[in-house]
């Protein structure tokens, strides 16, 4: 009890009195912000669907007796993240998880354009939006942390997910330059590569948990080791040992080519008989 308090403790001391998740109302977003709450940080939840939002709100304000902040907001559409920063303009932000994203396995021949420009606008942009608004804040206090949210293969690329893949890897070099910059300020920079997680998105992939090949990692987990990893200051954090190893051991080449066949199989799932 004594350590948990102490992990807690400098957790809000380090990170508050305030963090800021997007893409809150569910999954991994939804776990940040209830893992942080029980580490007594405030929390701004920001995400499309405000009813989500402010159902989470209450549940954390009576579980942990923090205070809690709804926000609405489309990252997908321009001048979204300034808005952002707007509604939480009153508020010391000391940790700011940028975590909003998605993805749409198809063949890129046939994908359509401002579809694509959406979803990078949603996967890159507003992360680099989100870190630039958010940056001289934190290194005005001295202290803090940026989480961004990437995807595991995403840096070596993902055939049938080519615009996803490359929006993320995107992320990832802009957090694994950032650690650098902004350490010299006291703010700790991580990119969370999120391997496959037991969210929703699972399913909008055509995926089912029960019949995967490797087990999906639960968001519990898959937070608990970003908040370690972003404590720690470490510039990257792959959640499992298991996922670590394999990307390890794996040649790229060999991985980009098994991702590739899974998602081909499963579009051709799709397509009606």
Avoid: Y
Wanted: net charge positive; aromatic share 4%.
């Amino acid at each position: 009890m004594g350590r948990m308090m102490k992990h807690q403790s400098g957790l809000s001391n380090r990170f508050g009195p305030w963090a800021l998740i997007t893409g809150a109302s569910s999954g991994i977003g939804a776990e940040f912000a209830r893992q942080l709450a029980a580490a007594k940080l405030n929390v701004v939840l920001a995400a499309r669907r405000e009813i989500l939002l402010d159902q989470l709100g209450r549940e954390l304000q009576v579980q942990f007796g923090v205070e809690t902040r709804s926000v609405r907001t489309d990252l997908s559409e321009p001048d979204s993240v300034a808005r952002l920063v707007a509604a939480v303009a009153d508020l010391d932000i000391g940790l700011v998880v940028s975590n909003a994203g998605t993805g749409n396995p198809g063949s890129f021949l046939h994908e359509d354009r401002d579809e694509l420009l959406q979803r990078f606008r949603l996967n890159a942009l507003s992360h680099l939006d989100i870190a630039h608004h958010f940056s001289p804040r934190l290194a005005a206090r001295g202290r803090g942390g940026l989480i961004l949210g990437g995807a595991m293969g995403a840096a070596h690329g993902i055939p049938f997910m080519a615009n996803d893949a490359g929006s993320k890897a995107f992320v990832q070099s802009l957090g694994e330059s950032l650690h650098v910059e902004l350490k010299r300020q006291g703010v700790h920079v991580t990119v969370l590569v999120v391997p496959p997680t037991d969210t929703a998105i699972l399913t909008k992939f055509g995926l089912d948990p029960k019949t995967m090949a490797m087990r999906p990692m639960s968001p519990r987990q898959c937070v608990a080791e970003a908040i370690r990893a972003i404590q720690s200051n470490q510039s990257l954090c792959l959640p499992g040992a298991t996922n670590r190893l394999m990307s390890a051991l794996i040649p790229v080449g060999v991985a980009r080519t098994m991702m590739g066949k899974m998602i081909e199989q499963t579009l051709a799932k799709r397509i009606p008989a």
